[in-house]
């Protein structure tokens, strides 16, 4: 899961890999990613 975005000339990132193979589940959820990229931003 990745979240890129630009805000006041800057570009932020995030990027969410799971453990292991791609059955694995990912650490954070979209809404948790949400809450990062608000409190970022």
Do not use: E, H, P
Not at 8 to 30: A, E, K, P
Request: proline share 0%; glycine share 10%; aromatic share 10%.
């Amino acid at each position: 899961m990745k979240a890129i975005w630009s805000s006041d000339n800057f570009s932020y990132c995030i990027l969410v890999r799971g453990q292991g193979d791609l059955r694995d589940t990912y650490g954070l959820g979209s809404d948790d990613i949400a809450s990062l990229v608000d409190a970022i931003a």
